[in-house]
């Protein structure tokens, strides 16, 4: 039993440092230059990224759908992408007509990859959580899953929103093992969002040289900075973003190695050698 024990306990103190690290970058963006808001819609930038956290060797990765339609992901891993979030789900009903050949394509060439779904909040919660899971089967290494959540109607309320959120991130959990993303931009995020999922991790979209601006007691690890990005193999603009890490730290929040079983005979003659031992 001590190999499952010490793996656990190793898992748990990655965790714990992973969220020491999303802590900081809390910390850092707190200042008065990350406090003006880009107006939704608004034009990105190619200048120069100014920020405490993302330097030049900070990691780089896209996300794409049926916009960029074929991909050549072997030009995009000699271009230094190390991460790809694919869209798999919209609505209960919309699968991405990419997303097998994307998902795939990125485990061949090496490329660290995540799926998510596009939340609709009229369309019934439940189905939307089947729909995801039905369609995506991670494996050990893949990032977390990602619930992108971006537009709201008139007739859904900002709580009604929420709840329906966290019976999606929370019956995801349960089915993978680990905590959902959550992916916004930086107005809808300080409309409807900020302060109620200090327990999950933000991916903020904000078009612009200054980092995302979000409340201390949440936390955000990935920055959308551009939706105009150009890169070989994708012939057409594709979104750019920034991890707040390293390539351990990336590592640490994916999904983790299942354990086998023990059975109970196999405990039961652990627990008899130890007692021979003493």
Not at 15 to 30: D, R, S, V
């Amino acid at each position: 039993m001590m190999l499952p024990l010490l793996y656990l306990a190793v898992q748990k103190l990655a965790y714990t440092n992973l969220m020491l690290l999303a802590w900081l970058a809390g910390i850092a963006i707190n200042n008065p230059e990350g406090t003006s808001n880009t107006p939704s819609g608004s034009k990105s930038t190619d200048a120069a990224v100014k920020t405490t956290m993302i330097t030049s060797s900070s990691l780089k990765g896209v996300d794409v759908s049926k916009w960029q339609k074929e991909v050549d992901w072997d030009q995009l891993k000699q271009s230094d992408v190390t991460f790809a979030f694919v869209k798999a789900t919209q609505d209960d009903y919309r699968l991405d007509p990419f997303f097998g050949r994307n998902w795939e394509e990125t485990k061949r060439v090496g490329i660290k990859r995540g799926a998510y779904h596009f939340y609709i909040p009229a369309a019934p919660v439940q189905s939307q959580i089947d729909f995801f899971i039905n369609t995506v089967q991670l494996e050990a290494g893949d990032l977390p899953p990602v619930l992108d959540v971006e537009v709201i109607d008139k007739h859904t309320s900002g709580a009604e929103l929420r709840r329906g959120m966290h019976k999606w991130l929370e019956a995801v959990t349960e089915h993978y093992g680990v905590k959902p993303i959550i992916y916004t931009n930086q107005n809808f995020y300080r409309r409807w969002l900020q302060g109620h999922f200090k327990e999950y991790h933000f991916w903020i979209a904000r078009y612009s040289t200054v980092e995302p601006d979000i409340d201390q007691e949440d936390k955000w690890l990935f920055w959308q900075y551009t939706d105009r990005g150009r890169i070989p193999g994708v012939n057409a603009n594709i979104d750019l973003n920034f991890f707040v890490g390293d390539w351990n730290s990336l590592n640490m929040m994916c999904v983790p190695p299942k354990l086998l079983p023990y059975s109970e005979q196999l405990i039961l003659a652990e627990l008899e050698q130890l007692e021979v031992a003493k």
